[in-house]
C-alpha cells in the first residue's frame, strides 16, 4: 500500500499517513465519476492518463478548493505526484488554512477497509520521542494494545519502552522504515525507566502484524466521588460498525454504554479522545445525541460548507437538509445530568474528535472543556471517492466541506488549547486508573480532590517526533459517506 499526503509540519520525519470525516450510512461508498474512457471494460488496465484524467475531472468538482486548482496541471506525472499537485497546500506562515490532509492511496478497497477501522497491524499504538533534546535516537512509547491483537499476545502492555527494531537503534534517519517498511514480523528491544532514567535492556517482543479489526470503543468505567458520579469513556476511532459490516455494531456499544451511564445516575462525564485521530460524521453526531442538553427536532450538531460549483447540484438531489446534521433524541441521552463535560486531548485528538467539542458547545453553555494538549486543528471534512467499474483501483479522500455547528462557529483550525495543559510523559499508568495523570486531572476538575500528583518530577517531557495515531485511516480527518453517488455538474 502506497499513500500520498501532504504532512503537517510536525511530521516532516515520517512517511507518510491518512484520516477522515461522513455524515450518512457508512455502508455506501461514495462513486461521483467513472472511467473518463466510457467504451473501457472492467477487465483492462487503466492508463496513467485515464487515472490522471478522473482525478482531475472529480477534483474539479468536489474539492473544496476547487478554484485553487492549477488551470494546467502536467498529466505525464504519476497519479500520486500528480494528485498533490493539485492541492492548495497548507503553509504555516503563507496560507495557514490551506489543505494539510487530502490523500490519495493505490488501492480503493484498502483506503475503505481503514476507514472502518481494519488495517494490518501489531495492535498496538505508539508514540515516538527524541531520547533526548538534541539527540538523534529516538524511542517508542506504546499508548495502548488492542485486545486479541498480536501485540497483547506477545505481552505488549502500555507504557512499555522500545529503543530498536530487527535489533538496529532508533534514529531520526531510520524509524520511518524499521517500523513501517518491509517485513511483517518485527522484534522490539525494550527500555525501562528507573530512579536514574531511561536504561536499555535486552527483552526483545517478537510481533507479526495481521489484518485486524480495531473495536474503537475502549473501555468505560463510572467512579462515584462524593456526590459526583463520573461516567469515563477511553473512544479511539470514529467509526460505525466493522469493515464490510451492515450492523452499526460500535455505534450500539456506545448506546448501550450511554444507557448504563444514565441508569447509574451519571453526572459529570470525561470523554477520552486521546488517541482519536477521528473518523465518521455519524458517529461523531451520536455521541453529541447522547449528551446534548434540551434536544430537539432538528437541533443542529453540524452545517457543512461545500464549494460554490456543487452547492447547487447537492441541493437540488439531496435537499437543504443535506448540509445538516442532526442530533437525535436518544432514549439514552445523560445531557439532563450533566453539569459539564470535560475531553482528554493530545495533539492526535483531531477532525471528528474536534466536531464532538465544537458540536457540543452550543447546548452546554458552552461547559466543554478540554484537559491536556492542544488539539490538531482540523474544520474540514473529506469523502472516499472511488470508482465502481474498477478499472482505476485508486482512491481518493480529498477535503471537500468545512465544518460549523449550530452557532455558526468554526474557530478551531489550530485545535483547541486546554483548560489545564500538560503532556504524559514517559511513565504511563493503564487508562481508566483514578491515578493515571490525564483521569486524575479530571477527577480534580470535577471533585476537588486530587487522586495523584499533578506532575510527577520523573516525568520528564521529551520532543515528539511523531506517532503511529497519525498514520491511522481516520486519522486528522473527518469523513462522509452517502446514500448514493453524487451528481456532476452539467458543463
Known sequence: MRTFRVLRPALLLAVSGAFLMTSCKKENDVTPAQSSNPSSTTSAVATTSEVNNWILENMKVYYYWNDKIPANP??????????????????????PTGDRFSWIQESADELKAGLSGESKTTGMEFKLYLRTSGSQDVIGQ?????????????????????YKVNNTALTTTNYSDLLYGAGDTKTYTLAKIDNTGLVNTDETKSITSVVFQENPVYMDSVYTIGAKKIGYLVYNQFVPGPNGS????????????????????????????RYNPGGYVSSATLIGSLIAKNVATKSVFVRKEWNALITPELQKQYGADFFYDYLQQKANNIGANLNQVYVLTTGSTASASELVINGLKPYM?????????????????????????????????PIVSKSFNKDNQSDYSTGFKPKVEFSEGLSLKPLGDITEKYLAEAIYQITGTRTARRAATEDKVLPSVGSSVE???????MFYSLPRPLPMPAN
Open 74 to 95: 502536467d498529466k505525464a506525472q504519476t497519479p500520486g505526484t500528480f494528485f498533490e499537485s493539485l492541492l492548495y497546500k497548507y503553509n504555516v506562515t503563507s496560507n
Open 142 to 162: 506504546v499508548l495502548y494494545v488492542l485486545p486479541g491483537s498480536p501485540a497483547a499476545q506477545a505481552g505488549m502492555k502500555r507504557g512499555n519502552i522500545f
Open 246 to 273: 451492515s450492523v452499526a455494531t460500535y455505534d450500539q456499544q456506545l448506546d448501550a454504554i450511554f444507557g448504563k451511564f444514565k441508569s447509574k445516575g451519571v453526572n459529570e462525564l470525561v470523554l477520552d479522545f
Open 365 to 397: 453553555n458552552q461547559q466543554v472543556y478540554t484537559i491536556g494538549q492542544t488539539t490538531y486543528g482540523k474544520n474540514v471534512g473529506s469523502i472516499t471517492i472511488s470508482d465502481n467499474t474498477k478499472r482505476i483501483k485508486w482512491g481518493m479522500q
Open 471 to 477: 498514520r491511522k485511516a481516520g486519522g486528522s480527518n
